[in-house]
């Protein structure tokens, strides 16, 4: 979200106490050995596991290998969105009642519409924090066969849940942003009532993500709760495709398009028949080729299709062309159809330039959260087309998703209209706690002793979580040629060699699922050159992103270039993208309205329009004078419903926004439109 309150110096009578503690820490804390923990292949942690077949990885969660998102197939669905029941688990004793096996649900349970989130900002359960369970039932029509197999698909579940089908618990997840399936052929009822239930949970813990930092902590932005996105049923062939990825090197006006394609050969290994076409912007066919009858020798089996295509329609912001690949497999009388979008398109890093189709690009940006004031952290087909909407009109070419991976509808829109997008995982703040401790004045016998710092990010049970949340995004998203970079964390303890190590092991997880993509992830500003000077994940980034709130959390504006200047000394060849800066504002306050004092700032500010635009303005003309600078990005698009704000001009809501929370343009958004050559 955004950086970290400034550090006020302590008593030196606290000082020597805390730095034995730091020295404890950063040397004597139980490490996890990275080195022997793979990156790729190999690896394995709860409900999951990383393989590789012809020489291209896949993932496997549970007993079903993790899918690339398809825009369109011919699998017959059930939508399981609409009316549902949910229940409040207050002593979190719902297990013990026997609510996985519920099938009528009493006067304790409430009618409600999935996708949602029950906590949104005006709801009657906005602080509610806990666990939740969800009731659905429903007929499946149908008969069981081996020639098709049951995928059940949630699309995303806050943070965690366990999931029962007829009393029979299908697993338990952990994690609320990415997609997560089940094999439920042996679980269902066929021509008959079916219940479906889950227990959510949307508390943090310590290896959560985002994780919990200190002991009444709050991730900087709300923690909604609930099933929010899309729920499905879709039958799918029992041998059949489950990841296309293409890619493309574009030289001398050709282009060599790659797909690859993993079939899952669930059943048995039977001869197949395997076809993928291409088609250019427009509908023209530009290749098309089948494999003949394949008889596959492994679970996983891999092929490839290569195509040359001349005279290629390139995909950028200016005009997003897309090329759409069909893809076929044929085995008797099933045939399993599938389609995906993408662009060619090339994105790199050279020197202190990102380079978009061979030409630096530079990012005129806006940070975003998926958070609306009555949805929640659901959206739906009119919010994101609002959103970006107002996004355009600023003529920006760029979204920072913060702080998470988004849903897979506003990246596709974002596509289809040009929108270039950074994609992160919710590796927020970890091993930062400290920094609470002392915003919350806490005794020093209070000091955040167990997760200090590169304590909680050596946590074997964190760093696979994030492990397998890099590689589902990566999974559902490679395709979208909107996407530049992967993030693999926001405003971390970074310090010292060791906070390298972890960051040079999370950009291999992603390189080896993505090798085509920059990897970054967004540095914290202390603006104490102590700290600012030893931040060492920067070092093992393609491009370096950097969140800072000079004139606001701490000193003034003057701060900016000398600040972009020290960082630029240290890292000469790579660019940097000032990923977060900003100050609040109330909506219609004038500077002429006085001081008004609330938390988080250290000292009185005017929560005006005038100057939050004013910061806005000196941040963009200190990057502009440094051609190494390559991109910003606003914190943040709207205000949103946060804790951390419960005395702001407008009570527990993050003024940042260039738009109000219900969308009002505020005098931020007018400037930056102009200042991006918007109209």
Request: net charge positive; proline share 6%.
């Amino acid at each position: 979200m955004e950086a970290l309150l400034y550090l006020l110096l302590v008593p030196a009578s606290i000082a020597g106490v805390i730095a034995c503690l730091l020295v404890y820490l950063l040397f004597l804390y139980p490490r996890t050995r990275l080195d022997t923990l793979p990156a790729g292949p190999g690896a394995s942690g709860p409900g999951f596991e990383i393989h590789e077949a012809g020489g291209v990885p896949y993932l496997m969660t549970g007993k079903l290998p993790y899918p690339t998102h398809f825009e369109s197939t011919n699998h017959p669905t059930i939508d399981l969105g609409g009316k549902w029941h949910m229940h409040f688990d207050r002593g979190d004793d719902g297990e013990a009642r026997g609510l996985p096996s519920v099938t009528t649900p009493d006067s304790g349970w409430m009618p409600v519409s999935i996708p949602s989130t029950y906590n949104n900002a005006y709801g009657s359960h906005t602080m509610y924090e806990g666990a939740v369970w969800f009731h659905r039932q429903f007929r499946f029509d149908g008969r069981k066969s081996d020639a098709v197999f049951a995928r059940l698909c949630f699309r995303g579940v806050l943070l965690r849940c366990s999931v029962w089908l007829n009393g029979r618990l299908l697993g338990r997840r952990e994690g609320g942003y990415t997609p997560f399936y089940f094999d439920i052929s042996d679980h269902l009822n066929y021509d008959g009532i079916n219940h479906l239930v889950v227990k959510t949970d949307n508390r943090l813990t310590w290896t959560s993500l985002p994780p919990k930092i200190w002991k009444h902590h709050h991730a900087g932005w709300h923690t909604y709760g609930g099933i929010y996105r899309d729920v499905s049923i879709e039958l799918v062939p029992s041998q059949y495709i489950f990841k296309g990825a293409a890619s493309s090197v574009t030289s001398a006006g050709r282009t060599d398009l790659r797909v690859d394609v993993l079939v899952h050969n669930m059943s048995a290994m039977l001869p197949f028949d395997l076809a993928c076409s291409v088609y250019a912007p427009g509908g023209k066919r530009v290749g098309a080729i089948r494999t003949g009858r394949v008889t596959p020798g492994e679970p996983v089996s891999a092929h490839r299709f290569d195509f040359r295509i001349d005279r290629p329609i390139t995909w950028s912001p200016e005009s997003p062309r897309l090329y759409t690949v069909r893809l076929s497999i044929r085995r008797g009388s099933s045939r399993q159809n599938l389609m995906f979008k993408t662009g060619i398109r090339d994105v790199s890093v050279s020197g202190t330039s990102i380079l978009l189709n061979g030409t630096p690009v530079f990012l005129k940006g806006i940070c975003k959260h998926e958070d609306d004031p009555r949805l929640g952290a659901t959206q739906n087909t009119a919010s994101i087309a609002r959103d970006l909407s107002l996004v355009r009109r600023l003529n920006a070419n760029y979204i920072r998703l913060a702080h998470y991976p988004h849903s897979v509808d506003e990246l596709i829109a974002a596509r289809d209209v040009g929108i270039l997008l950074s994609e992160e995982i919710a590796n927020y703040q970890t091993g930062t706690g400290f920094t609470a401790w002392h915003e919350e004045r806490q005794s020093v016998f209070r000091f955040p002793v167990r997760m200090f710092g590169m304590r909680q990010m050596m946590k074997l049970e964190f760093l696979l979580n994030a492990q397998r949340e890099i590689a589902e995004m990566i999974e559902r998203d490679r395709n979208n040629p909107a996407i530049i970079m992967w993030s693999v964390g926001n405003e971390t303890y970074t310090l010292f060699g060791d906070g390298g190590r972890v960051y040079a092991w999370l950009r291999d997880v992603a390189r080896g699922f993505d090798p085509g993509r920059p990897v970054t992830m967004a540095e914290l500003t202390y603006d104490i050159p102590f700290f600012d000077n030893r931040r060492r994940a920067a070092g093992e980034m393609d491009v370096i992103s950097v969140n800072m709130y000079c004139g606001w959390y701490y000193g003034d504006t003057a701060g900016i270039g000398p600040h972009l200047d020290r960082l630029h000394r240290m890292y000469p060849d790579r660019p940097i993208i000032i990923s977060e800066f900003g100050a609040d504002s109330a909506p219609g306050r004038k500077e002429s309205d006085g001081v008004w004092k609330a938390e988080r700032v250290g000292y009185g500010k005017t929560y005006s329009e005038e100057y939050q635009a004013r910061i806005i303005a000196e941040y963009w003309k200190a990057a502009r004078e440094r051609p190494f600078v390559t991109g910003v990005s606003p914190w943040v698009f709207s205000d949103f419903f946060c804790t951390w704000f419960p005395n702001n001009p407008v009570p527990f809501f993050n003024l940042k926004g260039i738009l109000s929370a219900g969308r009002k343009p505020k005098a931020a958004y007018h400037l930056l439109g102009k200042l991006y050559g918007g109209k």
